[in-house]
């Protein structure tokens, strides 16, 4: 049993070997509907991934408040009723209001995303981020500092001029030196650094490496264009109180806002899951549009494979015919087309899984999110070609078992 096996498994191989061309296109034929599966899966999982991470940097037990919600940011939803600015004034009110128990309130604001940041006689690009923050606002936000340490109560209270920056300025205007200690200037205002955060990496195309964190009062000074927009994050040491401590939020704000009972919030309030789930409801109508690209690809690999496998059994007539002359058994001839379809197919499979992750690998690296091995996308690539294998050589094998054998051997 197990010889004739290996002997139609040996038949199937040297039939495609002296028909290299025909089992060229055939194997590209499966190779590029399965590429298109793996490459777009695997783009999608490396943007999952990125999502997943970035946002669950912040915490599980942490909420913000902000202007508009995830989705008015990210995507412009101009249905929604503008808000108004959140103040510095509004801000600092929520700090001194806000007296929930085992929670820390951070305060922030981005000055600029254009600063150009000096170190003796080195600068940057006009193209580093500058946030005002208070003493909250690292801890809050799942930022942790490689070297050194973080502000303090004291550094903000008292207006020192200390910064934390990003991990790209140790290879930048430091050159390779150690930070800690060093004097940078931004707008010709001095600072000191105190702090290096841990690499953060990009989100969809923006470092969030190249920042540098100031004390608030500091940037209030330097960046004073009106109607700046101010963050407040809240982090709550205990997860269980997170929903209460939401509701003591929201109650804080709306009243430092003057709303009524029945008016609606006029701001957002944000958590880290309600943003992943927010996102990857979105990556997962493109993992639904993967599939029906895929699918219609792979249907019509899986016909241009039977066309082709007819055409083979067509032009192997009277070879069929001369080994049922010899005792072939029809089991045995259909067994032998469908080894060859499925060896065909598992060739395309193989090749398409290589093509794939190189492709995601590429979209992935190019838009800078955070690339996995699609294992997931790799196992349903092969079930997928054996499906197809069995689908588009199950016709072809059966029509050459059932051949005449003196027909067969009379085709010229």
């Known amino acids: 049993m197990f010889s004739l096996f290996r002997e139609n498994i040996r038949i199937a191989i040297d039939s495609i070997r002296t ?76 700090e001194n209001d806000y007296q929930y128990p085992q929670t820390n309130t951070a305060i922030s604001f981005t000055g600029t995303n254009g600063a150009e940041v000096k170190y003796e006689n080195e600068k940057t690009d006009p193209d580093v981020a500058v946030l005002g923050v208070n003493e909250n606002f690292l801890g809050n936000s799942g930022l942790d500092v490689e070297e050194g340490r973080d502000f303090n109560f004291f550094d903000i209270k008292n207006n020192n001029n200390v910064a934390v920056v990003g991990s790209d300025f140790k290879e930048g205007i430091f050159k390779g030196l150690n930070p800690l200690g060093k004097t940078i200037s931004i707008r010709g205002a001095k600072f000191k650094v105190i702090g290096v955060l841990k690499s953060q990496g990009s989100t969809f195309g923006n470092s969030q490496d190249l920042r540098v964190f100031i004390p608030l009062q500091h940037a209030r000074s330097l960046f004073s264009q009106p109607n700046i927009n101010y963050s407040v994050s809240v982090k709550v040491k205990d997860k269980n109180f997170l929903e209460p401590a939401q509701d003591e939020a929201i109650t804080t ?51 241009a494979l039977m066309n082709i496998m007819l055409v083979t059994v067509a032009e192997r007539t009277r070879e069929i015919g001369v080994r049922k002359a010899l005792g072939a058994k029809n089991n045995t001839i259909a067994t032998q087309f469908f080894l060859e379809t499925l060896v065909i197919g598992q060739m395309g499979g193989i090749l398409g899984i290589i093509f794939g992750i190189l492709i995601g690998y590429t979209v992935s690296k190019s838009l800078e999110f955070d690339f996995t091995t699609p294992w997931m996308a790799m196992f349903w690539a092969t079930t ?29």
């Not at 909420?63 to 989705?71: A, C, I, K």
């Not at 709303?259 to 997962?284: G, K, Q, W």
Request: proline content about 3%; overall charge neutral.
């Open 19 to 94: 028909q290299p061309l025909r089992t060229i296109l055939t194997v590209l034929i499966i190779a590029i509907g399965i590429t298109a599966l793996v490459g777009i899966l695997s783009a999608v999982a490396a943007l999952e991934n990125t999502i997943s991470t970035n946002f669950s940097s912040m915490g599980a037990n942490t909420f913000s408040l902000q202007r508009y919600d995830f989705r008015r940011q990210q995507f412009g939803d101009q249905k929604q009723k503008v808000n108004p600015i959140i103040s510095y004034n509004e801000v600092k009110q929520f």
């Open 253 to 303: 704000f709306r009243n430092i806002r003057g709303l009524n009972p029945i008016e609606e919030n006029n701001f957002a309030i944000e958590h880290s899951d309600d943003l992943i789930n927010r996102a990857l409801s979105i990556t997962s109508a493109l993992n639904v549009a993967a599939w029906i690209i895929s699918i219609i690809t792979i249907f019509g690999s899986s016909i």
């Open 384 to 412: 997928i070609t054996i499906l197809v294998a069995i689908l588009a050589g199950s016709y072809p094998a059966a029509k050459a078992a059932k051949q005449d054998p003196i027909e067969s051997l009379r085709y010229e």
